[in-house]
């Protein structure tokens, strides 16, 4: 890659990496037509994919406790509305349970009844932007204010409102021959910039193309898809996938890379990722000096779980830990350029090995 490259990179994104890209808001639109004037201009074809969907958007949410206030957000796709109870760790049915944000437990929450969902980040002191599917009342609080709920009586407001959103997802192709997806969400958690989750590889994703575009001798087609609304259940991806797929062999999905803890998720949610492909991912990032380790995150989702369900053989790429996910520490400036740079050339290095053993 050249350096001239990289340094446009690095210089372009920032506008889009500061701005916050939660699906229907202003932002999100001003990301989207700074994506596609970008690929104007370096004369890149694209087609984009235009497709709705409904949630629940989260307004704002506080608890009282005694005559004290404490601030709270919703998750997306929360319920609305007032609940009281006691805010408990070991929660028993009519309490609002009280959960750390990464390791909360729905079936249990499910079969207890509980009123309402509090949670906290405890490896950061801030808020966490968190999505649930279930029809749940769920907020997050920052850890400093847990002495202030926990095992106290309280109110809990939730303000969320349904809408229709307008997304999105841009689709460009390269090459002839079976498909390759190459994929990179573009949206963010509401209030966040998403910078390491996931704007900084969904912008690299054009520069991949354009360097790959200069000497293609791949026997493959690579079908670059840059998609919407995965924060808010892989949408994106699942609306690319109602049509029929025909001959597609690989998926590589780049969620959170470009922070100091590069990592192959082998294993997540769905099972099991491609070992062969994460095995020469992790061969290649070596040779090029990214030590990416092999990681199983079993509570890790992303877009290429619904390609993984169609029988694609899925590589994801990513980083283990990534503390800052979903809270406003995921800006611009926790960007690991050393590292992002790294990414780019083991991920340009491995599409263009594709066919090779
Ligand atoms: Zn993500």
Not at 15 to 22: A, G, P, S, V
Not at 54 to 65: D, E, M, Q, S
Not at 91 to 117: C, M, P, R, T, Y
């Amino acid at each position: 890659m050249k350096s001239e490259t990289y340094e446009e990179l690095r210089e372009r994104s920032y506008e889009y990496l500061t701005l916050n890209r939660f699906p229907g808001t202003k932002e999100h639109k001003e990301a989207k037509s700074i994506i596609k004037n970008l690929l104007r201009e370096k004369g890149i074809p694209f087609v984009e994919e235009n497709f709705l969907v409904k949630k629940r958007v989260p307004i704002g949410a506080y608890l009282k406790v005694n005559e004290h206030y404490i601030r709270a957000f919703p998750f997306v796709g929360s319920l609305s509305g007032t609940f009281e109870g006691y805010v408990k760790e070991n929660f028993v049915e009519g309490d609002i349970a009280l959960q750390e944000a990464k390791s909360i437990n729905f079936e249990l929450i499910k079969s207890k009844n509980v009123k309402a969902v509090v949670c906290y980040l405890n490896s950061l002191d801030h808020i966490f932007y968190g999505g649930v599917q279930e029809d749940l009342a769920i907020v997050s609080i920052k850890k400093s204010d847990l002495p202030k709920v926990k095992d106290f009586y309280a109110k809990l407001y939730v303000k969320s409102k349904e809408e229709v959103i307008r997304c999105s997802n841009i689709l460009l192709e390269l090459g002839k021959g079976p498909v390759v997806y190459l994929v990179a969400h573009m949206d963010t958690k509401p209030e966040t910039y998403g910078a390491v989750d996931n704007g900084l590889a969904s912008f690299i994703l054009p520069y991949i193309y354009q360097e790959l575009r200069e000497d293609f001798r791949i026997p493959f087609r690579i079908r670059v898809l840059i998609t919407d609304c995965e924060e808010v259940g892989l949408e994106g991806a699942k609306h690319h996938l109602s049509k029929v797929i025909k001959h597609a062999y690989y998926c590589l999905n780049l969620d959170g890379i470009g922070w100091s803890s590069p990592a192959i998720i082998y294993r997540d949610s769905d099972g099991y990722n491609d070992y062969e492909l994460s095995e020469k991912f992790y061969r290649i990032a070596k040779q090029v000096g990214l030590e990416a380790q092999l990681k199983a995150v079993p509570s890790a989702k992303s877009d290429h779980i619904p390609f993984k369900k169609l029988g694609l053989k899925t590589l994801f790429l990513s980083s283990h830990p990534l503390p800052i996910r979903h809270t406003i520490c995921d800006n611009y400036d926790a960007i690991d350029w050393q590292i992002a740079r790294l990414w780019f050339v083991a991920i340009l290095h491995f599409l263009k090995n594709l066919g090779r053993t």
